[in-house]
């Protein structure tokens, strides 16, 4: 019985010991040239001005659900087209719905102006 986990467990053994050697000689051999910009704390591109526990503007929270809307349309929409000739009508009418629903999210962030890049 172990002798049929054992390769399994050599292939992960040398997994590991390759990427710790391949991370070890990157700590070795990589330039080091610390600087105020490198060791600072990196907070999105620009300095830290406020608590870390302000309140977002509702815009980042829309621009989230705009790509969740996107993304998971082209997720659903690719497979379903494929397979659109073996699931017929009800599969047809399932996407709709799904489609549908999905445009309602975009008109509610079209709508509160998520799309205005200022």
Known sequence: MLENYLPVLIFIAI????????ILMGFLLGPRKPDSEKLSAYECGFEAFEDARMKF??????????????DLEIAF????AIVLRDIGM???????????????????????????WE
């Open 15 to 22: 997994g590991i010991a390759f990427g710790g050697f391949m």
């Open 90 to 116: 009800f599969g047809f009418m399932s996407m709709v719905l799904f489609l549908g629903i999905l445009v309602i999210g975009f008109i509610y962030e079209w709508k509160k102006g998520a799309l205005q």
């Open 77 to 80: 929409l690719f497979p379903w």
């Open 57 to 70: 503007d509702v815009r980042y929270y829309l621009v989230a659900i705009l790509f969740i809307i996107f």
